[in-house]
């Protein structure tokens, strides 16, 4: 029990504790259920956010404070001054636009919400002012405090959210210079079909090795190493998708809908994302959202349903400009000289004086590269920095919806980051809503960068209204997987080229269509399901073929039976990943674009499949394509007998790729503490294309990201819902909630989504008052 707090004994006997909060208009209740998910009951919504943001805190303090500090640009002022550049990097992505502008965009009282969240945030650093022994340890490991917030800090930070397309642009200018631009359908397939061309006055040949140096800067996570910074993995926005599938009565064997999501993110610990349940009178919601926002983004509210994955358009650009050879504050826009706007910020340094850094800005966006011998200027335009765009954020407004027609006006503002919504209701309605703020490009498709003299602008945005929807389709279901999902009819829109790739979603509709009375159990199996469509259409080509070389006739045998389920403990997963990821994906790439062999890694897995099953665009023939899939396939058995060693007997996947939780600070830890703040190292089964997404680290198979939080929804007997979030709910390494749901999360198993105050009561495990501070 806390230090000051008070207990009180229940007809249950679970431990009560009690808070004073200031800013409370009355006491709220929250009780935490053994699975760590917090319920909280207030007699008002003011009450209510204000509760979800001290409830935060208590169990997030260290990650929500990191995350602001990393998006505002402030972790200088306490991590020193290896972080100058990051923090002025940051900076560069923050919204600087009309604050009374920004707000209108989301909900009636998105200011208030805001407000209150970040009240109660400050609350409990307040208790923490007055009770510093439980202040979470991390902050005494790295000698800082935790900052107080402001409700503006909420929704200026815009560089945490999933992005695109900007670093492909570069990538295909790179191979533009090498070789020919189509080439890089190799690495990106197009959808829909689409043929890009150089823009007239970009040379590809021109482009800095480091022009996107800031910019990944700006978007990285924060680690540590021995208490100073070190390079962080880069986020890769295509390689964290999600699944989500919504089934009609018609359909299930209850004649209730039912809804599934599982949104695939960076894996750390803790999650990414929290479950709450936020009640007062008019709101009753329950689902995750990220832990330093306020309201949820995926779950229901007692009526409506609702769950996300990334819908791929492309909200970026790289924009390059001609700067006056004599004044490199001055860039060329139309028929003149147009300054470029630049602010001075002050940088405070942690045991230094503070620095001054400057901040550039064209009126396209902040400048991120000058090349002062070619007088040259990068800059990045994006429909994340406009009013409105907050990632996440525009879930106060949908999460209230009370039918479909609610849900779409409040999803026809949504801004960033670019989502699929699947949507139910207790009626038996289902429905299809992507949302987005996309830009209409003029003369131009967004897949190079471009000369930012005029020739290639933005024409406004369309409106939400414009995208496609579904409701009540045919089929009876409706599953998104991050696919090239648009309809004929929307295919001109330019909303953008890159989509990932369909196997996922295929997979979970070749599961649906033959299910005609589905169950809860049986989403959370296809949630887990591990059979790879790639695996599946490879090893198709390989029944047909023939090998004296012992390594080569080995590993023919050992794929040609099996039945393409990347299980932790199979043998063929473990010589299939290998072989696709290590060899035959690169050996295309070398075989097919051998001019940019150096500067593409891997093929697209799609556009290898389609050329291995007819070879003749990028292959000469079914002969050199027999040659590439032995030859690979050869390799792979070697590379996997090193690895594993001589006895495929003890082959298996999960000894090679594994799932590791790491805590941001880990690297700066003693090993002792880094055992108490990491969870794992487990093995896992799947793969990228797997249902149960894994996309993992080629160097030592690091399962790097994926469904880290899985929801399935009984709409209409919310009781019955499951869910899950890996490694568990809490912050807290001391917390027995910090780590308690790992386990459960490998094996497929769930705990059950208590919603009504009954079924909170059985599994109840504490309970914590928070009472009005006196004088308030």
């Not at 009560?16 to 800013?23: A, F, H, I, K």
């Not at 996309?695 to 209409?716: A, E």
Request: proline letters at 7%; hydrophobic letters at 40%; aromatic letters at 8%.
């Amino acid at each position: 029990m806390s230090p000051g707090a008070s207990a009180a004994p229940t007809a249950r006997d679970v431990e009560v504790t009690d808070y004073r909060v200031r800013g409370l208009r009355a006491p709220v209740e929250i009780v935490e259920d053994r699975y760590g998910v917090p319920h909280i009951y207030a007699d008002n919504e003011h009450d209510v956010f204000l509760a979800q943001g001290f409830n935060a805190a208590r169990e997030r303090l260290f990650q929500i404070d990191l995350w602001r500090r990393r998006g505002l640009g402030e972790l200088s002022a306490v991590l020193g001054p290896d972080y100058v550049a990051q923090d002025r990097a940051t900076r560069l992505f923050l919204y600087r636009g009309d604050m009374d502008l920004e707000w209108s965009r989301y909900a009636e009282d998105a200011r208030e919400v805001a407000t209150r969240f970040t009240a109660g945030i400050n609350a409990y650093v307040d208790w923490l002012d007055a009770h510093p022994d439980r202040l979470p340890e991390e902050f005494g490991l790295l000698g800082y405090r935790p900052a107080r917030w402001n409700p503006e800090d909420v929704v200026r930070i815009r560089s945490h959210g999933l992005t695109r397309n900007l670093t492909s642009e570069v990538k295909r200018a790179q191979v533009a210079c090498a070789a020919e631009v189509d080439a890089d359908l190799v690495r990106q397939g197009l959808q829909p079909e689409h043929r890009t061309t150089v823009p007239d006055g970009f040379d590809p040949c021109g482009l800095p090795d480091d022009v996107l140096d800031v910019f990944e800067l700006a978007t990285q996570e924060v680690e540590f190493s021995e208490g100073s910074v070190r390079k962080a993995v880069l986020r890769d926005a295509t390689t964290e998708g999600s699944n989500n599938w919504v089934i009609g009565g018609g359909r299930t064997a209850s004649g209730r809908p039912i809804l599934a999501n599982d949104p695939h993110r960076s894996y750390s610990a803790p999650s990414l994302r929290y479950i709450v349940h936020l009640s007062a009178p008019g709101l009753d919601v329950i689902g995750a959202g990220e832990p330093a926002l306020p309201g949820i983004s995926i779950g229901h509210n007692g009526t409506v349903a609702f769950g996300l994955t990334i819908f791929p358009m492309d909200q970026e650009d790289l924009y390059v400009y001609e700067l006056d050879p004599d004044d490199h504050g001055s860039y060329r826009y139309r028929d003149g000289w147009e300054p470029l706007k630049v602010l001075r910020e002050r940088v405070p340094v942690a045991g230094e004086d503070d620095r001054t850094v400057e901040l550039a800005f064209t009126r396209h966006g902040p400048v991120i590269h000058v090349d002062e011998e070619r007088h040259l200027a990068y800059a990045v335009r994006t429909a994340w920095l406009e009013a409105g765009t907050s990632p996440y954020f525009g879930s106060v407004a949908y999460m209230r919806a009370r039918n479909y027609r609610e849900f779409t006006e409040a999803m026809r503002n949504w801004g960033a980051p670019t989502e699929n919504q699947v949507y139910a209701d207790v009626e038996g309605n289902i429905g299809w809503v992507p949302g987005g703020l996309a830009p209409k490009r003029v003369g131009y498709d967004g897949l190079l960068p471009v000369p930012g003299d005029g020739r290639c602008e933005w024409d406004g945005f369309h409106s939400g209204d414009d995208l496609p929807r579904t409701l009540n389709p045919a089929a009876g279901f409706i599953a998104t997987a991050n696919q090239f999902n648009l309809p004929p009819d929307h295919q001109d829109m330019g909303l953008g080229y890159e989509w990932t790739n369909p196997f996922r979603h295929q997979r979970i509709v070749e599961v649906l269509s033959r299910q005609h009375r589905h169950t809860i159990a049986d989403s959370k199996a296809l949630q887990h399901d591990q059979l790879s469509i790639p695996a599946r259409r490879l090893t198709a080509l390989l029944a047909r073929l023939n090998s004296a070389e012992p390594d080569r006739r080995r590993a023919l045998r050992l794929l040609r039976d099996w039945d393409a389920v990347e299980s932790a403990d199979s043998a063929p997963a473990a010589l299939f990943e290998v072989w696709l990821s290590k060899h035959l994906g690169p050996g295309f790439v070398r075989a097919a674009v051998p001019k940019v062999a150096g500067i593409i890694e891997d093929a697209d897995t799609l556009v290898l499949i389609g050329e291995l099953e007819k070879p003749g665009r990028w292959l000469k023939d079914a002969a050199a394509r027999d040659r590439l899939l032995l030859d690979t396939l050869g390799a792979a058995y070697a590379d996997v007998r090193k690895l594993l060693g001589d006895d495929e007997r003890a082959w298996q996947w999960g000894r090679l790729h594994h799932s590791l939780f790491q805590h941001p600070a880990s690297s700066a830890l003693s090993d002792s503490d880094r055992a108490r703040f990491d969870v794992g190292p487990m093995p896992s089964g799947g793969s990228p294309d797997t249902v149960n997404a894994a996309t993992y680290r080629t160097s030592d198979f690091l399962h790097t990201s994926g469904p880290s939080f899985r929801v399935v929804l009984d709409v209409g007997d919310w009781d019955n819902s499951a869910a899950v979030n890996t490694p568990g709910q809490s912050g807290v390494p001391k917390d027995p909630h910090y780590r308690d749901l790992a386990e459960p999360w490998l094996d497929g198993d769930y705990f059950p989504l208590a919603y009504s105050r009954a079924a909170v009561e059985r599994i109840a495990e504490r309970r914590m008052r928070l009472i009005p501070a006196e004088g308030d």
